[in-house]
């Protein structure tokens, strides 16, 4: 900066100093980038709401209600019994329709979580969700001595079945829970029908539940209470054919395992959380063996993290903030549709659920897939610069608990406060810190910037008033004398650089006369 | 059966007379061992002398001490001679005297003609005493009183009161006149009074007192003793334990037994037997039970206002006999004491006296009085139904012959169904109340077993299960309950439902 003062000193300062800094090869961490112009969260719309498949229907929750009638028309033709799973259930088309069956002396049994158990899971709920809690209370109310709820904070598998030991048994899994919205289209989610020999494994599954797991049920309103984990002699459990995860049967994990180290060229997964697990490992194995893995999930911290380095072994991440479907597509030739996230809670110990596909249904499936990837405008990127961003990034923080929203900006201009030396030989040596970048950035969490130029206005010190002369005689400039202050009084830079070792003698300060 | 407790507060009398009591203490306790002899080879004075003296057997310590004793009241004198005569000084037993003197020796009284019994207790010889029952009617238990006992026991002079019923004995048989004859024992021994087998019983001995008393009694016919309490009077001069006046008592002693007609008539009964049979030891119901000898009562006798407040806890049990708890309340606290009652009742009758109306329903079943109840008096009766007891409050109950008591709850009476309906339709109620958690056709079977079991002491198990519902019934059953009974709806037809049949 001090290549710029020379001659009189006012006239230099009349404009102020400023310093251009490059911040476009800064690393910001791991972010997901937006690509597109929107906001990143526009929802999917499907072709169509069903896809037939054969038998199959592969359906696709959105506002025309395709789901809710698909179940309300299922359980209207129940004859003996209808078996619920949902995490968390909300009135809607679908309970009513469960009341009334029941009313018609239907058995209908219902597993899901109670207060205390949604209120501990702190991941498995879509945001809104968490606000259906209470919606959520009431029903089970609503349903006390006329529907037999069990409950249990494992109870996360989301399926419908009808007379599960007629030969017209019928179901449905989704990966949504029996609430309104995401039946309706607000998330990103999937449901099939069930074969009978699928809705036979599942029946197991769901008795399994009921006898084993439950720890709490329902049996007359307002008496949640303790169940005794005894099971009759005359119960049989059944056997699980589709792979699940439930008890000690962990034959979910080991599919999902199983069709990721099976990958040859191309791995499609889809989750609403993934973590540090098997899964994780898996995929980072099949990066290395250079199968083309994209990953669908929600813009979370804790996907985030767990992703990152996938996204650095050269997995492509992609993420949308109400991908809430759970499935696995490797070669176009073999997947499943799952109720369960590639956690441990899902695949170790939860209580989950699956369908494996192939064929046509898969093919569907990979077609509905390539459909979300569409809406999935943000990519995690493990190493952003601002250079390689056109557009917002969701910033990881440093401790990985959060995401920041900010817009990536290609230059800009601040101001700083005003620079007022008491001395002008301290203007020479004054320069604009690259700590004032620091501060300005941590202040300013919605923009990251490319290029940043800092300008400061530098106000030279006066001659105070009332000074009064003061002879001296080895000073070649004049020197006056304010109470204990001493000034040497100047009017251009060269004369300052002059000055400086007289005034330093004198212990006087360098100032700007009038 | 919870015990049943009859309560009421009783009424009571009391009067104050100058009275000759002793008093059980501690400070004589050095006579017990002479009371002991009875039991180690009888009290005499050869044993007294070596045995306790360690003196020679002819010592005249020895007959001193006893003669004390038998001033006492303590001990009476026996005299065996040859001829196994009784001798007075005027009148010896017939032989039928002898006979009957055997017989009460050896307290077969009923041995003896009840037309004599009841001459005997007219003359005061023996005393008589009612028994309550409550199918009895009015029987009666014969004592020896203390007259009977001079006559029939004591070798002792005859005493001037025998005089006036000699002649009556002499009519009778008893007694037969002895001229001039002056025999001799050869060997002289002691026997116990009542008062002395008290003594030894008590371990204390009782202590003469003369001085102002109140007798506190009843005629509650729940107390063997109507004497309850005896008290020193508050404020009256109380005679410390003074011997000698005993023989002067015992002088004046037909002085304070015979009583003007005045006085008769304003005394209760209680205390005019009393009086009638002084010496005596009572046991005193309301004083914690414990024993005082009444010697003599004066002739001024004073009704005073009882100072206490008495009242009764008849507690029945299945497990041990009616007792009764005298609860004595003197305004601020109260004293309890468990005594002997005159209560003979067993708990089966106080039942069908409390439940006088359904008196031919109840049976014996275990030992317990149970009352046997149609399906419908129970049906509505949840914890009646399960139970089998029920818990009732019965309002101013009345015992016959015992009187009226305050209501009283009686808890847990065993109930049992009259018929075999009634067992059907009440094991079925049970069945259904016992369905508490999921059931299956095998546990259900197991409940309707344990169910029909219920009432074997009455019906035959195999009998009330066949009226009990099959498990299809029992589905159909709760299906149509199910609005009102939704628990039991889930835990017969869950079962059923949620499991896995094989062929599916």
Redesign the interface.
């Known amino acids: 900066m001090t290549g710029r003062f020379t001659g009189a000193i006012t006239d230099s300062l009349a404009k102020p100093v400023q310093e251009v800094f490059d911040l476009s090869a800064e690393d910001l961490g791991a972010c997901w980038v937006n690509s597109s112009k929107n906001n990143g969260s526009i929802l999917y719309v499907p072709e169509t709401s069903v896809y037939r498949s054969g038998e199959r229907e592969v359906i696709i929750p959105s506002g025309d209600g395709a789901l809710f009638k698909a179940i309300e028309a299922m359980v209207r033709k129940a004859k003996e019994m209808v078996c619920v799973s949902s995490f968390l259930i909300q009135q809607s088309g679908m309970t009513d329709a469960l009341l009334e069956a029941a009313h018609r002396g239907i058995g209908v049994f219902v597993l899901t979580a109670r207060e205390d158990d949604l209120k501990k899971a702190d991941d498995d709920l879509v945001g809104f969700e968490r606000e259906r809690i209470k919606d959520h209370i009431a029903l089970l109310d609503q349903f006390a001595g006329k529907v037999l709820v069990r409950t249990s904070e494992s109870f996360h598998a989301k399926y419908v079945l009808v007379d599960p030991c007629s030969p017209e048994a019928s179901g449905i899994m989704m990966t949504c829970n029996a609430t309104v919205d995401p039946m309706s289209g607000s998330n990103i989610e999937v449901a099939l029908t069930l074969t009978s020999s699928e809705v036979r494994s599942f029946f197991a599954h769901f008795l399994q539940g009921f006898w084993e797991m439950a720890d709490h049920e329902l049996l007359e309103k307002g008496e949640l209470r303790g169940v005794k984990k005894e099971i009759l002699a005359s119960v049989s459990l059944g056997h699980l054919t589709l792979p699940a995860t439930v008890g000690d049967v962990h034959s979910l994990e080991e599919r999902v395992l199983s069709i990721i180290r099976n990958a040859k060229s191309d791995l499609i997964l889809t989750a609403w959380s993934f973590d540090s697990g098997s899964v994780h490992a898996a995929v980072l194995d099949a990066c290395r063996r250079e199968v083309r893995v994209t990953i669908l999930t929600r813009t979370s911290s804790r996907n985030t993290a767990a992703l990152r380095d996938c996204a650095r072994a050269g997995a492509r991440v992609f993420g949308h903030p109400r991908l809430h479907a759970k499935c696995v597509i490797a070669d176009g030739r073999t997947g499943l549709i799952m109720t369960a996230n590639m956690t441990a809670l899902g695949l170790e110990t939860g209580f989950e659920t699956a369908v494996p596909l192939e064929g046509s249904t898969l093919d569907t499936l990979k077609r509905i897939a390539e459909g979300w990837r569409g809406v999935c405008d943000w990519n995690l990127v493990d190493r952003v610069t601002p250079a390689m961003v056109d557009g917002s990034i969701l910033q990881l923080s440093k401790d990985g608990t959060s995401l920041a929203l900010r817009t990536v900006s290609p230059r800009e201009e601040r101001f700083l406060p005003a620079f007022r030396p008491d001395s002008c030989d301290k203007i020479l040596e004054h320069s604009v810190s690259r700590k004032e970048i620091d501060r300005i950035m941590a202040s300013d969490s919605q923009n990251v910037f490319r290029q940043v130029t800092l300008k400061q206005n530098v106000i030279p010190p006066y001659l105070p008033e009332g000074s009064k002369e003061e002879a001296q005689k080895d000073v070649p400039f004049p020197v006056f004398r304010k109470g204990k202050e001493r000034y040497v009084v100047v009017r251009t830079w060269e004369e300052v650089r002059a000055a400086r070792e007289p005034a330093r003698k004198l212990n006087a300060k360098i100032v700007v006369g009038e | 059966m919870k015990d049943v407790i009859l309560k009421r507060r009783i009424n009571i009398e009391s009067y104050e007379a100058l009275m000759d009591v002793g008093r059980f203490k501690d400070e004589y306790k050095f006579l017990l061992p002479v009371l002991a002899l009875s039991e180690e080879g009888g009290i005499t004075e050869e044993l007294v002398n070596t045995r306790l003296f360690d003196v020679n057997a002819d010592d005249p310590r020895g007959s001193r001490l006893l003669e004390v004793m038998v001033k006492y009241r303590l001990i009476e004198k026996r005299a065996v001679v040859h001829e196994h005569i009784f001798t007075y000084s005027q009148y010896r037993l017939t032989e039928r005297g002898e006979r009957i003197r055997e017989l009460f020796h050896n307290g077969q009284y009923d041995q003896v003609d009840e037309e004599l019994r009841e001459k005997f207790s007219e003359l005061q010889i023996l005393n008589r005493r009612r028994l309550y029952g409550f199918e009895m009617g009015a029987t009666y238990t014969y004592t020896l009183g203390p007259l009977g006992m001079q006559i029939f026991s004591s070798s002792e002079m005859l005493p001037e009161s025998l005089r006036d019923v000699a002649s009556e004995l002499v009519t009778l048989g008893i007694l037969e006149p002895q001229q001039n004859q002056n025999e001799t024992s050869d060997k002289v021994h002691y026997e116990l009074t009542e008062t002395g087998r008290r003594a030894l019983l008590e371990g204390q001995v009782p202590v003469p007192e003369r001085g102002a008393f109140v007798l506190t009694g009843t005629t509650d016919p729940l107390f063997v003793e109507p004497v309850i309490a005896c008290w020193p009077k508050e404020g009256g001069r109380e005679i410390g334990q003074e011997f000698d006046w005993i023989a002067k008592s015992s002088r004046n002693k037909d002085k304070s037994q015979g009583k003007s007609q005045k006085q008769e008539k304003n005394t209760p009964a209680w205390l005019d037997e009393l009086r009638r049979t002084a010496p005596r030891v009572l046991t005193l119901a309301a004083q914690d039970g414990k024993p005082i000898q009444i010697i003599g009562i004066g002739e001024n006798i004073n009704q005073v206002k009882p100072k206490d407040s008495i009242s009764v806890h008849l507690r029945l049990s299945l497990r041990s006999p009616p007792d009764i708890a005298v609860i004595r309340t003197d305004g601020k606290k109260g004293n309890k004491t468990v005594v002997e009652t005159a209560f003979n009742l067993t708990l089966m009758d106080v039942m069908k006296c409390l439940f006088r109306e359904k008196q031919y329903d109840f049976v014996e079943c275990g030992n317990a009085p149970t009352l046997l109840v149609a399906y419908d008096e129970v049906k509505g009766n949840p914890s009646e139904i399960n139970r089998m007891q029920r818990t009732t409050t019965v309002h101013a109950p009345e015992i016959q012959e015992f009187g009226r008591f305050d209501d009283v709850i009686v808890s847990d009476l065993p109930l049992l169904p009259r018929t075999l309906e009634d067992a059907g339709n009440w094991a079925r109620d049970c069945l259904i109340n016992g369905i508490i958690?999921?059931?299956?056709?095998?546990?259900y079977s197991q409940l309707c077993d344990r169910e029909a079991a219920r009432f074997s002491e009455r019906f035959a198990p195999e009998q009330v299960k066949s009226r009990l519902p099959t498990y299809q019934e029992m589905l159909t059953i709760v299906?149509e309950r199910?609005?009102t009974d939704?628990?039991r709806y889930?835990f017969v037809?869950?079962?059923a439902?949620?499991?896995?049949?094989?062929g599916?």
């Open positions: 958690t999921y059931t299956d056709e095998t546990s299906k199910r609005e939704p628990k889930w037809t869950a079962p439902l949620l499991t896995f049949r094989e599916m």
